[in-house]
C-alpha cells in the first residue's frame, strides 16, 4: 500500500479558498487517488477522485463547481484545491489511494491518510 500524508487544512471563513495536498509515498502504482470527508457524527463522504493520469475526475455534489481535484505524478502529490467554502464543509478532509474506481465508494480504495481537518466558520 502506499502512504499517504494530507496537509493544508486550516481554519477560514466562509466564501475563502484552501488547498490540501496530499504527499504519497511507498510502493508506486497507477491507481486512482482521491479525497473524502468526515464530519463529527455523520459518515465519511466522497468529495472527488481522480484517475491515474488525470483525465478523468469525479466529484460528489456537494462540492461540484467549487473544488478541483489534480495531481503531479512526477512529485507524488494530489491536491484538492476548496472555492467558495461553506461551513457546511466543516470536516476531517482524507486522502485515499490505490483506488480502483471513480465512483466514490469508500471500499475501492485500499490506503488512507491520517487526515486534515477543516474549519469554515460564518
Known amino acids: 500500500h502506499v502512504q499517504l500524508v494530507e496537509s493544508g487544512g486550516g481554519s477560514v471563513q466562509a466564501g475563502d479558498s484552501l488547498r490540501l495536498s496530499c504527499a504519497a509515498s511507498g510502493t508506486a502504482s497507477r491507481y486512482i487517488s482521491g479525497w473524502f470527508r468526515q464530519a463529527p457524527g455523520l459518515e465519511r463522504e466522497f468529495v472527488a477522485a481522480i484517475s491515474w493520469g488525470g483525465s478523468s475526475t469525479s466529484y460528489g455534489d456537494s462540492v461540484k463547481g467549487r473544488f478541483t481535484i489534480s495531481r503531479d505524478n512526477a512529485k507524488n502529490m494530489v491536491y484538492l484545491q476548496m472555492n467558495s467554502l461553506k461551513p457546511e464543509d466543516t470536516a476531517v478532509y482524507y486522502c485515499?489511494?490505490?483506488?480502483?474506481?471513480?465512483?466514490?465508494?469508500?471500499?475501492?480504495?485500499?490506503?488512507w491518510g491520517q487526515g486534515t481537518q477543516v474549519t469554515v466558520s460564518s
Open positions: 485515499a489511494g490505490d483506488g480502483k474506481s471513480l465512483s466514490g465508494r469508500a471500499g475501492d480504495f485500499g490506503s
